[in-house]
C-alpha cells in the first residue's frame, strides 16, 4: 500500500496547482464517513499554508484536476463563521473542518480554505 501522506500530498497537488511535500502533512484520527452506510474510513491530513500559498491559492482562477480523467476542480476559500451559518459544506466536511481547528487552537479565528478528506480503504 502507498504512503498514505504522499497520496494526499501528490491528490493535493493535482486538485489545487500547489505542490505540498508530504512531510508538512499532519494526521488526525480516521473516522467512518458514513457508518450506517459504508464501512470505509477517511483519512484526514491538514497542514498550514504560509502567506505566499493562501495568496497563490486565492488568485487561481484556472481549474486544476487530471484532465484526462475528465476531472475539474476549483479552489474555494471561506472563513469558518460562514460555513456555519450557511449550507455550503455538508455536516461530514464540517466536521473535518473543526477536528482540524479543533487540534490547531491558533488557526481557530484564521481564513481556512475548504479542506477535504482523502479516503483510503481499508
Known sequence: MADPRAVVA???TEETGLAIGPTRLR???ARQVADTLFT???HMFSFQLNAA???ELRSALAAQGVRAESER???ENARLGDLLTSATVDWNTLGAIT???LAH???AA???GEMRSHSFDE
Open 40 to 42: 470505509h474510513r477517511s
Open 27 to 29: 494526521a488526525h484520527q
Open 99 to 101: 477536528q482540524v481547528l
Open 53 to 55: 500559498e493562501l495568496d
Open 73 to 75: 476542480t476549483y479552489v
Open 110 to 112: 484564521a481564513d481556512v
Open 105 to 107: 487552537e491558533s488557526l
Open 10 to 12: 501528490d491528490e493535493f
